[in-house]
């Protein structure tokens, strides 16, 4: 007679509470004479007022019309374009840190901010460090996005036996890493999957998976209901069919072009038309080597060869028939490399298209659509104050004059804080490494 296996140990929770208060910038200030793109609600507004109090936007209307307290500062945009803070829904910025090693500045937060991206998901960080960072951002103790994240991947080696194989595992993400998101990453088949919805159903998480250059499996994954599917399809055009499929079930779809499925990367277009390398905000906020590392010998590729204009087409069919679209930089080049994906998104449709994805798309897209993605009273004040109009020409969104995350307002190309108060950026580690470096 077999043995029976040995009865499984229940195992002990001891909980660490350590508390310390959540950074509130105080005090009033008052943007006024810009144009705000505020894609929520009040749609676009010529010459406007919008007030920020204690971190959050209190509300936004034509110059002169909003009841603005005594005492808050007041600067003029005239001439400036503002936009909500860049939201991306597809980031890897844990891949250039040293695992275990929590750093004071950390740069890959400190390039995405320069660059605006004031918020985003890390979908698949392979350890638990940027939940260390996201809870300093949140305390002020460095300049940070709201770096959300699913933590470490659910794989296949996971091996899931049932659902409530799947819950017990689901539930110490929940309560353990506090997230909200997690990511399925080829995590088995396709009952095995099943098994991970129906779990995170029961949790209240959002589960998103990846599209693995196999349109048969993403089919699935929006049938079985996924929240999201990462990396674009892998074949183009996509047509009626699965466009309506895509934006009926509301899966948000983040095609990640600068890693383009079906062709060559559109990042090698931008770092062969941009010469990032000698651009001196990159070099500010980038490691010299890393720049060395990803912008020398890059593939050269005649430009028709590129398919993502016709990938971004059809992702912008499916926001158009009423889906969700977000910008995803894939982590490729921090900062700058969310605008390039951004741009090439936008080349298969229209500026304003593009800018939906990057902002209150994507703030939906990863399930914060109430705190982020538009210029709405309540909101966490993240904003970009441009000096050129994105709507005119999308490579705008690059012409930068400020940064604001969480109501405190940056010089984007130092990161020295301007309000509430005046405070410089220390200089980072890698300063005066490398030739022309900062």
Avoid: C
């Amino acid at each position: 007679e077999a043995e029976a296996e040995p009865e499984e140990k229940d195992y002990s929770v001891f909980h660490a509470r350590v508390e310390v208060p959540r950074d509130n910038p105080a005090g009033s200030l008052l943007l006024t004479g810009g144009t705000a793109i505020t894609m929520g609600e009040a749609g676009i507004v010529e010459n406007a007022d919008i007030l920020i109090t204690d971190g959050k936007f209190v509300a936004v209307g034509p110059k002169g019309s909003l009841d603005v307290p005594r005492g808050a500062e007041v600067r003029d945009m005239s001439g400036k374009f503002i936009t909500p803070g860049f939201v991306d829904t597809h980031g890897h910025w844990r891949n250039w840190s040293r695992n275990g090693v929590i750093e004071p500045h950390f740069w890959p937060f400190l390039a995405n901010v320069a660059y605006g991206v004031t918020s985003g998901l890390d979908v698949q960080t392979g350890t638990t460090d940027i939940f260390a960072y996201q809870d300093m951002v949140e305390a002020g103790r460095i300049i940070g996005m709201r770096a959300w994240s699913t933590g470490p991947g659910v794989f296949s080696d996971n091996g899931f036996k049932d659902k409530d194989h799947a819950l017990n595992t689901l539930r110490r993400y929940k309560e353990h890493y506090r997230t909200k998101n997690i990511k399925a990453y080829i995590s088995g088949n396709r009952k095995q999957r099943q098994y991970i919805i129906q779990a995170s159903k029961e949790l209240g998480i959002m589960p998103t998976t990846e599209g693995a250059l196999d349109l048969k499996l993403d089919l699935t994954h929006i049938q079985d209901g996924f929240a999201g599917n990462e990396h674009n399809y892998p074949v183009f055009p996509l047509y009626k069919d699965v466009i309506d499929f895509n934006a009926k079930t509301g899966i948000g779809y983040t095609p990640t072009l600068l890693v383009t499925y079906g062709g060559p990367w559109a990042e090698n277009y931008f770092f062969t038309t941009a010469s990032p390398h000698d651009d001196a905000k990159v070099n500010q906020f980038i490691p010299h080597f890393v720049v060395d590392g990803r912008t020398k010998r890059v593939p050269w590729v005649r430009e028709e060869e590129y398919p993502f204009p016709r990938i971004a087409a059809s992702a912008l069919d499916i926001q158009r028939a009423g889906g969700y679209v977000g910008v995803g930089s894939h982590g490729q080049f921090q900062g700058l490399g969310y605008h390039w994906e951004l741009w090439a998104l936008a080349s298969g449709g229209t500026p304003m298209e593009a800018l939906r994805a990057a902002t209150i798309d994507g703030a939906h897209i990863i399930g914060h659509e109430q705190e982020v993605g538009s210029i709405d009273p309540g909101k966490f004040a993240d904003l970009v104050i441009l000096d050129a109009n994105p709507l005119e020409d999308i490579a705008n969104t690059a012409a930068i004059h400020r940064v604001m995350m969480n109501g405190r307002l940056y010089n984007d190309d130092t990161l020295d804080q301007l309000w509430p108060e005046e405070k410089a950026l220390p200089p980072l580690w890698f300063h005066g490494a490398g030739p022309d470096a900062p």
